[in-house]
């Protein structure tokens, strides 16, 4: 198929007013950008609703309140606490010429460690997160602590003379390209075009109102492609300086080493890259769920297996960080009672419509090679469009026995963006030989290194401080969350999300490169540590166990947004 003269003209001249547009943005003093980052917060509150409503949409169904609500949440909540934290860190920049310093200590490992989250009394307070904390480990070769390194003493972008990269939006949340974005604008100094992916084209034209005062000022535009072939002209276009995207490890490497496996083992080997500019990207994971041996009480099991159902069903599972693999020990005498948990909350928890472009055809791919897994059916949530195909049941798959070769493992190695879970018990006797042990197949048996999530309750880490500790640094996933799924997190507004800082490169990308959603500009992350406790309000419940009402959660963003005044502007959001 090739691209018609229009739709290259369309991305010829939107290349063309953002190169012109993009040495101006390295010099333009942070008090405009910071006027113009507050213009975009204050336009989320304003088409909260709509937002929601457009995600829903596209998600299946708009008349489901619990569906828009969800929308709602992750449209406006995420970006709007990034959004605040990040101008609070431009504003310290144009004041003193320096982010202020983060409140840090060395692990005894002799990394560098931060504390992102709790740090105001607002924080320490919240409804949203009470509890959370949140810690940064930097890479073991940084010695010190360093933040804004990309803006000089005056504000003005120092690490380079201006560039313009190309943003390859997610198919699953909208959110994600627009807060992107705005990374690259605010963390990178760069200039962006948005290439929404087609699935999320209506949100993103419901999304530009908000972003309308960057539009506006040139510095960044949203290009509207729908063939691989257009989207190739924008990548490989000589204007383009870089490229971030949000998707999964085979359209990475199509786009960096060519359409074929012919052509990316050739460009591999001679060192040839199609692609030939810089590329960060965020690719998803088998994402694992640990619990290790312990006598939990039952509000703590039931905690925990709603939060486990969570991490699962979410956007009929199809998320970077849904729960994938359920990781438990042999020797757990509740292990059964917690399955039963998990399975009942299940049963409450109504079934999404799968709209997703391919999760039949996974879905169906998982049953295939698995087809002894358990079937746990639920109401189903009715769609108000056309979709391919029916309602997705949940699928458990419980392996008798760890596989001899787990990199053969279909389950430990395929991405399925379905609703399933594989549980495994590891033969270990106790919590330390279990921790170890958890970790070990965690990081060595699973593909990517995305996020993770491990159960510590109060009581184990007091019994045995030094296996836990050592358990959550040595994991090897860019956010380790600790009694939560890692999406909450997200709320904070402060915890990066991207794969563990290890040794992956372009030829073997993994879960990704670099990280995003760093607004207190700390350079060299290599992961974030989460944390919340074990059965408090900021572990997630399905919204079957706890719905939110339309004007609660209208309320709830209008305070995000912008406090009390948001609060009150929140009765007239469309």
């Not at 070769?405 to 549980?423: G, H, I, R, S």
Request: charged share 20%; hydrophobic share 40%.
């Amino acid at each position: 198929m090739t691209v018609s003269t229009d739709v290259k003209q369309s991305i010829q001249s939107a290349l063309e007013e953002l190169t012109a547009k993009k040495k101006e943005w390295t010099q333009l003093p942070l008090e405009k950008k910071i006027e113009l980052l507050d213009a975009v917060r204050l336009r989320l509150d304003d088409h909260m609703v709509t937002l929601g409503r457009a995600g829903a949409r596209m998600k299946g169904s708009d008349e489901d309140e619990t569906l828009v609500v969800g929308e709602m949440l992750t449209a406006v909540a995420v970006p709007a606490t990034y959004i605040h934290r990040l101008g609070g860190s431009l504003r310290q920049l144009a004041a003193s010429g320096k982010v202020a310093p983060l409140p840090g200590r060395t692990a005894p490992s002799g990394q560098k460690v931060v504390q992102v989250y709790p740090l105001t009394w607002a924080d320490r307070n919240s409804l949203l997160q009470p509890g959370a904390t949140a810690e940064l480990y930097l890479r073991p070769d940084q010695a010190e602590v360093r933040q804004g390194l990309v803006y000089g003493p005056d504000g003005k972008v120092q690490e380079h003379g201006g560039r313009l990269c190309a943003v390859l939006g997610a198919g699953n949340h909208g959110f994600l390209a627009l807060k992107d974005a705005l990374v690259c604008l605010y963390e990178r100094g760069e200039v962006a075009v948005i290439k929404p992916h087609p699935a999320q084209s209506e949100w993103h034209h419901a999304a530009e109102y908000a972003l309308q005062p960057l539009i506006e000022a040139g510095y960044l535009r949203n290009l509207y492609l729908d063939s691989p072939e257009a989207t190739r002209e924008l990548l490989y276009h000589p204007l383009v300086d870089c490229v971030h995207m949000t998707g999964g490890t085979a359209t990475h490497d199509a786009i960096v080493w060519g359409s074929t496996p012919e052509e990316q083992a050739r460009r591999r080997a001679a060192d040839d890259p199609v692609l030939k500019v810089p590329i960060t990207s965020e690719l998803g994971c088998i994402t694992p769920f640990i619990i290790p041996p312990w006598s939990y009480t039952p509000k703590q099991l039931e905690a925990q297996a709603a939060d486990v159902v969570v991490a699962m069903t979410s956007n009929v599972g199809c998320n970077c960080n849904s729960a994938k693999v359920l990781v438990l020990p042999e020797d757990w005498t509740q292990a059964d009672a917690f399955l039963d948990a998990l399975r009942a909350a299940l049963k409450k928890t109504p079934l999404d419509p799968a709209y997703y472009a391919g999760i039949h055809s996974r879905y169906d791919a998982f049953k295939k090679q698995y087809p002894a897994c358990e079937v746990v059916e639920a109401p189903a949530v009715k769609p108000t469009r056309p979709l391919a195909g029916p309602p997705l049941p949940y699928l458990i798959n419980k392996l008798d026995k760890l596989p001899a070769d787990p990199k053969k493992e279909y389950a430990f190695n395929v991405e399925p963006f379905a609703p399933v879970l594989t549980v495994v018990s590891l033969p270990t006797k106790g919590v330390e030989p279990f921790l170890k042990e958890s970790v070990r197949f965690a990081n060595d048996d699973l593909w990517g290194t995305l996020s993770c999530m491990i159960v510590l309750p109060p009581e184990m880490e007091t019994a045995y401080p030094e296996a836990c500790r050592q358990a959550v640094d040595d994991l090897r996933f860019g956010v380790v969350s600790v009694n939560a799924w890692s999406a909450v997190s997200f709320v904070t507004g402060a915890v990066t999300w991207g794969a563990f800082n290890g040794d992956q490169t372009i030829k073997d990308v993994g879960s990704g490169l670099g990280v995003v959603g760093n607004p207190y500009l700390v350079d060299g992350v290599q992961k974030a540590v989460y944390r919340v406790p074990i059965d408090g309000e900021a572990v997630p419940k399905p919204p079957s166990m706890k719905p939110i009402p339309m004007a609660a959660a209208k309320l709830i963003m209008g305070f995000v947004v912008d406090g009390w005044r948001g609060l009150v502007g929140s009765f007239w959001a469309k």
